[in-house]
């Protein structure tokens, strides 16, 4: 009988090896650097990298493990049924073109989808909800801002009775947005939608990992817990 063959790795095409690759994306998308940035830094570790590298590396590697952090959190907490859904959207600037990123965020500030739309009307907002709800289940109770299309959207779904809106209500996801900011006037902006949304979804699940509400020690229990996970991606 034949064995059943092994998954082929993703850096088998790569001199570099797959710890320096992995700490290359996960300083490119973790904090506000530049591509030579981390080629600078990098470069004092005595790794000779150059800038476009850690551009190669970023686009084939950064959606490969942001999905696979995903998939993992997805797993653990589709059974979890007692959430509180945030949603907000906030403009983001496309070569001086506005455009909107959905965010939904669960009561702990976890980011469970990223999501960019042209328009911010019923019909966008349809398209975030049923892409959230899909992934990650049915939510108890959904907070949003004032904007309609929420309602409109989720009055199509049969969930017109779940949406809450109130003052600082929603503080949750917008306070998810500042990190996200931070990064983007690091980067210059961005100039095309495939990019924004690649980026946005990756640069949530990353910052999931690094983020802490508890005690020291329930934190440096975690810390440890996410640098193991996140260093099983490349091995």
């Not at 904090?31 to 476009?52: A, M, Q, T, W, Y």
């Not at 998810?176 to 095309?192: K, T, Y």
């Amino acid at each position: 009988m034949p064995r059943p063959r092994k998954p082929a790795s993703p850096f088998r095409y790569f001199n570099s090896s797959p710890e320096v690759i992995r700490l290359v994306v996960l300083m490119y998308v973790r904090f506000p650097l530049s591509l030579r940035n981390v080629e600078d830094l990098r470069f004092e570790r005595g790794i000779d990298i150059c800038h476009e590298t850690v551009r190669l590396w970023w686009n084939r590697f950064g959606p490969l493990f942001g999905g696979e952090v995903r998939r993992q959190r997805v797993n653990r907490m589709r059974g979890f049924r007692h959430w509180r859904w945030h949603l907000d959207e906030m403009y983001v600037k496309l070569n001086g073109e506005m455009v909107y990123l959905w965010r939904a965020v669960d009561h702990e500030g976890e980011i469970l989808e990223s999501y960019v739309t042209k328009t911010r009307d019923k019909k966008a907002a349809l398209a975030f909800m049923k892409k959230a709800l899909k992934r990650h289940g049915s939510p108890d109770a959904i907070t949003t801002d004032g904007l309609r299309s929420y309602g409109a959207a989720l009055s199509e779904l049969g969930s017109r009775e779940k949406p809450e809106v109130g003052r600082w209500a929603n503080n949750r996801v917008e306070n998810s947005h500042l990190p996200f900011r931070r990064r983007e006037r690091a980067m210059l902006r961005f100039r095309q939608m495939r990019t924004l949304q690649s980026f946005a979804s990756v640069h949530a699940n990353v910052h999931n990992h690094e983020r802490h509400l508890v005690d020291r020690q329930t934190y440096k229990q975690r810390r440890f817990a996410a640098l193991a996970e996140w260093q099983a991606l490349a091995s």
